[in-house]
Structure formats: C-alpha cells, structure tokens
C-alpha cells in the first residue's frame, strides 16, 4: 500500500519561507493540492518521475519550488514570499503517470500539514 506523510507545516508571517516535505513509499509521479477552509481543493504544483516534467499554479509560480530527492522517495515544496491567501492544508498527491493539475489524476493522497500565514 502506498503511504505518503506529509511534514514541515507551521505558522509564519506573511513574507517568510516554508518547506514542506512528502516521504513517499515508493517513486511514482507526485503532485501537491491545497485546501483552505470553505473552499474547493486545488492545485499547487505537479512533478515527474524523474523531475524532468513540472508544472505550478499561476497563483504560486514565481514563490514556490517543487522538487523531488529519488534516492529518499522525498518530495517536497519550497514556498517562498508566502501570503496570507497561502493559508490552507497543504497535501501531497501521487501517481503512476505525471497527474498534471487535475486532483483525479492521483490515486494516493497524503494526511495533510496545516500551513498558516499571519499578515
């Protein structure tokens, strides 16, 4: 069974970094949502099984960073200049080909790490 734990939430100031990180237990094709209260899940970035392939929501590109670590089946997310908007539960998707933006794409989902940004 495919596991994937999300970590290295918190609360920040508006302006500051976070990165969040995702242990997956095996390599497959990952991406990462996010849901802030009373709205829909969407899409933050997509990544490749081999990294070559990546893709951002316009509200993150620029700010943001997906990457992925083969050797430790770790994705992760570097988010910089972070905003308030940015509040949401983070998570972490996985697939067996590159699941672009769309959430049906990816049949793993991780528990989800809270990011909270304060003005």
Same mark, same amino acid.
């Given at each position: 069974? @495919?596991?994937? @734990?999300e970590?290295?939430?918190g609360l920040v100031q508006a302006g500051g970094s976070l990165r969040l990180s995702c242990a997956a237990s095996g =390599?497959?094709?990952m991406g990462w949502f996010r849901q802030a209260p009373g709205k829909e899940r969407e899409f933050v970035a997509a %990544?490749?099984?081999s990294g070559g392939r990546i893709g951002y929501?316009?509200?993150v590109k620029g =700010?943001?960073? %997906?990457?992925r670590d083969n050797a430790k089946?770790?994705?992760y997310l570097q988010m910089n200049s972070l905003e308030p908007e940015d509040t949401a539960v983070?998570?972490?998707?996985?697939?067996n080909y590159y699941g672009g933006t769309d959430s049906n794409n990816y049949d793993y989902w991780g528990q989800g790490t809270q990011v909270t940004v304060s003005s």
């Open positions: 069974q @495919v596991q994937l @734990v970590s290295g939430g =390599r497959y094709a %990544i490749s099984r929501a316009d509200s =700010r943001f960073t %997906i990457s089946n770790t994705l983070y998570y972490c998707a996985a697939a």
